[in-house]
Each structure stands twice: as structure tokens, then as C-alpha cells.
């Protein structure tokens, strides 16, 4: 299993920004396809995000088109998650996950996960 960390996460304002990075010390991300998901209490994780690693696809959940914005330094290894105009509802624990070459919105297809970090969104 491999080992990814979450960070960036924190309390803003509706209408304000965050950007979330997950970092991986003992392999490179770039081989893996990295997804962010979120769970909001009470609620299922669902996909957020994901950036491919054979073309750099990208994709993302409807409600965070025009907002979000997943990407990769490939330089300090790491993924970003870019959000921008958050929302209450977006209010969560976010994870970076990683897997095989090709994003999947199914949690169950990844086998390595963050631990997480939280993100309220509040006034």
C-alpha cells in the first residue's frame, strides 16, 4: 500500500479558496492515476477529482466544474486540488487516493488513501 499525506485543508469564508496538495515520500505519483474524494459527515465518500497517469486526463464531479482544479508538480511530486469559490456544501474530509493508470469514480477501486484533511467551509 502506498503512503500518501493530505494537507492544505482548513476553515474559509463562502466564496473563498484553499488548495489541498497530496504528497507521496516513497514512490513517484506520477505512475499512479490520483483521485480526490470527500466525505462529509453522515454522507458516502464520492469522487471529486482525478488526473490520469497514461495522458493526464482529467475529471471532475459536476457540482465542482468551473471551481476545482486538479493538477501535478511532477517536480516535488506531488497533486494539487485547486478550490476556488467554495461553498458550505462542500464542507468535508478530503482524501487523495491513488491507483492503476486510469481514474475511476469508485472509491472501491483504489487500494491507497490519505489519511485525510478537513475542510469547512463557513461564515
Known amino acids: 500500500q502506498l503512503q500518501l499525506v493530505e494537507s492544505g485543508g482548513g476553515l474559509v469564508q463562502p466564496g473563498g479558496s484553499l488548495r489541498l496538495s497530496c504528497d507521496a515520500s516513497?514512490?513517484?505519483?506520477?505512475?499512479?492515476?490520483i483521485a480526490w474524494f470527500r466525505q462529509a459527515p453522515g454522507k458516502e465518500r464520492e469522487g471529486v477529482s482525478c488526473?490520469?497517469?497514461?495522458?493526464?486526463?482529467?475529471y471532475y464531479r459536476d457540482s465542482v466544474k468551473g471551481r476545482f482544479t486538479i493538477s501535478r508538480d511532477m517536480a516535488k511530486n506531488t497533486v494539487y486540488l485547486q478550490m476556488n469559490n467554495l461553498r458550505p456544501e462542500d464542507t468535508a474530509v478530503y482524501y487523495c487516493?491513488?491507483?492503476?493508470?486510469?481514474?475511476?469514480?469508485?472509491?472501491?477501486?483504489?487500494?491507497?488513501w490519505g489519511r485525510g484533511t478537513q475542510v469547512t467551509v463557513s461564515a
Open positions: 487516493a491513488a491507483r492503476g493508470a486510469y481514474c475511476s469514480s469508485y472509491s472501491g477501486d483504489f487500494g491507497s
Open positions: 516513497e514512490f513517484t505519483l506520477h505512475y499512479y492515476a
Open positions: 488526473i490520469s497517469s497514461k495522458d493526464d486526463s482529467l
